[in-house]
């Protein structure tokens, strides 16, 4: 494939990312602002929580979901050079990308366990949360990390195309 081909799938890949987070970002954004629908998929906990301290919650859903946002526009803005610092937020969004995988597929892995009886936690289990996380929440993480990382890995230098350009082929 030549440089400009793989240039396409890199953003094809940085783009995917960015779409899945702020997804991500778009719900705790709604829920920070007093929405409850899928509050129950994360948790009865956080249904509690929105119902008990609704302030609270929307504040620190609020920057959960900014936090979020700039975890997924960050990496395309780098990707399209209009953030300077490639090298340093390559690094952070390696690290992301590591901690998304690790996190969103554990978390699926173990919900989908519990949902088919693999696994039988000894105090029983919020159903609906379970639901959401092993269909919906975490492997959307889980996309959102892997599609990063593809991203980081085609965009990288020292590829086909880098060599190339320096008049090496790969």
Do not use: C
Not at 150 to 163: E, F, M, P, Q, V
């Amino acid at each position: 494939m030549d440089r400009e081909g793989r240039r396409r799938g890199s953003l094809t890949w940085v783009w995917l990312a960015s779409v899945a987070g702020l997804v991500h970002a778009g719900v705790s954004a709604y829920w920070a602002l007093g929405g409850r629908a899928l509050l129950s998929t994360v948790g009865s906990w956080a249904v509690q929580l929105a119902a008990d301290a609704p302030v609270a919650a929307g504040l620190g859903l609020g920057v959960v979901a900014v936090v979020k946002a700039a975890a997924a526009v960050v990496p395309a803005a780098v990707a399209h050079g209009r953030i300077g610092g490639q090298r340093g937020w390559r690094a952070i969004s390696w690290a992301g990308a590591a901690a998304l995988i690790v996190y969103g597929g554990a978390n699926t892995a173990v919900s989908n366990a519990v949902l088919t009886g693999l696994i039988d936690p000894a105090g029983g289990y919020d159903r609906d949360a379970m639901i959401g996380h092993a269909w919906l929440w975490d492997p959307l993480f889980l996309l959102w990390g892997l599609a990063l990382a593809a991203h980081l890995w085609t965009s990288r230098r020292g590829s086909a195309g880098d060599l190339t350009r320096v008049g090496r082929t790969p």
